[in-house]
């Protein structure tokens, strides 16, 4: 069964810290590139970061450069997302996702197939 798995999410206080694991399970993750994404109560869906296969090149949205880095283990068939220096809009939950490129622009519609989401709660 193919499952993509998120998880690091959690309640943290502003200026705090979270990793996120995306998980692959029943196929190579290496042959993808991987997205992650965030969708926020009454906002719409956001591309947050992309990675190529070979992790050789890596996009972000404008409101998470310089706070966050997205990485893969390919032996460990994980991408990860480290978020520092976070903020209440950070607040959604966040769901990585699986493209054959990382395309300009960062659009859901490029993306193929979803995880399932892990809440990150940024909050005082």
């Known amino acids: 069964q193919l499952q993509l798995v998120e998880s690091g999410g959690g309640l943290v206080q502003p200026g705090g810290s979270l990793r996120l694991s995306c998980a692959a399970s029943?196929?190579?993750?290496?042959?993808?590139?991987i997205g992650w994404f965030r969708k926020a109560p009454g906002k719409e869906r956001e591309g947050v970061s992309c990675?190529?296969?070979?992790?050789?090149?890596?996009n972000y949205a404008d409101s998470v450069k310089g706070r966050f880095t997205i990485s893969r283990d390919n032996a460990k068939n994980t991408v990860y997302l480290q978020m520092n220096s976070l903020k209440p809009e950070d607040t959604a939950v966040y769901y990585c996702?699986?493209?054959?490129?990382?395309?300009?622009?960062?659009?859901?519609?490029?993306?193929?197939?979803w995880g399932q989401g892990t809440q990150v709660t940024v909050s005082s």
């Open positions: 996702a699986l493209a054959s490129t990382c395309y300009s622009g960062m659009l859901a519609r490029d993306y193929d197939y």
């Open positions: 029943g196929f190579t993750l290496a042959y993808y590139a």
């Open positions: 990675i190529t296969r070979s992790g050789g090149s890596t």
